[in-house]
């Protein structure tokens, strides 16, 4: 079983729809949660940056982490077509060496049909 | 403010080749990591350097390994390439090293896309 498990999609919703997006994790020790969206042919663009539980809000986009439930979300508020992307969500424990890497999802396609 | 230069975009190489793959980090930032994209196994982390030290390998064979300069600039290089080595190779940089550093963010470039016949 992977550490991080994110549902892979394909995900198709109309314009200005609210898009849901979601991961669970297994490992209690992550601490700092990321998402990031990434374009065809380009690499990983950092869109939030949490830490611990709670929800942070920027623009459009929040970023949800349950910790109780090892389960983080990101909602995107009135979808565009430039949202169509495949996002990744990504994690950090707070421990020394190689666990301070990025564990990252295998990312959610999505696509928003104008 | 320049974002991570990777260079090349595109590479083709036959198995048994080896390659070197070329990044430049932000400006100002000392630590580079390295990460294998694939369709099947999504992202994975190869390896970290800060001031030209690796801090940190990932799960992969010695033939993947890597430098970093004085001027912060990282190559990663691949010997004896397989098929299975196809993958889009991307570097991120962040301004203090992972191992230490607890927020720290990662900034990635485009990658190099590795095509190995």
């Known amino acids: 079983q992977k550490e991080v498990e994110q549902d892979p999609g394909p995900l198709s919703v109309p314009e200005g729809a609210i898009v849901s997006l979601n991961c669970t994790y297994s490992?209690?020790?992550?601490?700092?949660f990321m998402w990031y969206r990434q374009y065809s042919r380009k690499g990983p663009e950092l869109l939030m940056y949490?830490?611990?539980?709670g929800n942070k809000e920027d623009g459009r986009f929040t970023a949800q982490v349950d910790k109780s439930s090892k389960y983080i979300s990101l909602f995107i508020r009135d979808s565009q077509p430039s949202d169509s992307a495949t996002y990744l969500c990504?994690?950090?424990?707070?421990?020394?060496?190689?666990?301070?890497?990025?564990?990252f999802g295998s990312g959610t396609q999505l696509t928003v049909l104008p | 403010k320049a974002g991570v230069t990777q260079t090349p975009r595109y590479l083709i190489k036959t198995r048994g080749q080896q390659v070197t793959l070329s990044c430049s980090p932000i400006?100002?930032?000392?630590?580079v990591s390295w990460y294998q994209q694939t369709p099947g196994q999504g992202l994975q982390f190869l390896f970290e350097?800060?001031?030209?030290?690796?801090?940190n390998k990932g799960n992969f064979p010695g033939r993947f390994s890597g430098r970093q300069f004085s001027n912060s600039r990282s190559e990663m290089n691949v010997s004896t390439l397989e098929l299975g080595d196809s993958a889009l190779y991307l570097c991120?940089?962040?301004?203090?090293?992972?191992?230490?550093?607890?927020?720290?963010?990662?900034?990635f470039g485009s990658g190099t896309q590795l095509s190995v016949l």
């Open positions: 350097y800060f001031s030209e030290t690796q801090r």
């Open positions: 990504a994690m950090r424990q707070v421990s020394s060496g190689s666990a301070r890497q990025l564990t």
């Open positions: 949490t830490y611990s539980s």
């Open positions: 490992n209690s020790a992550f601490q700092y």
């Open positions: 991120a940089s962040s301004l203090r090293d992972l191992t230490s550093a607890t927020n720290e963010k990662l900034f």
């Open positions: 400006s100002g930032h000392r630590s």
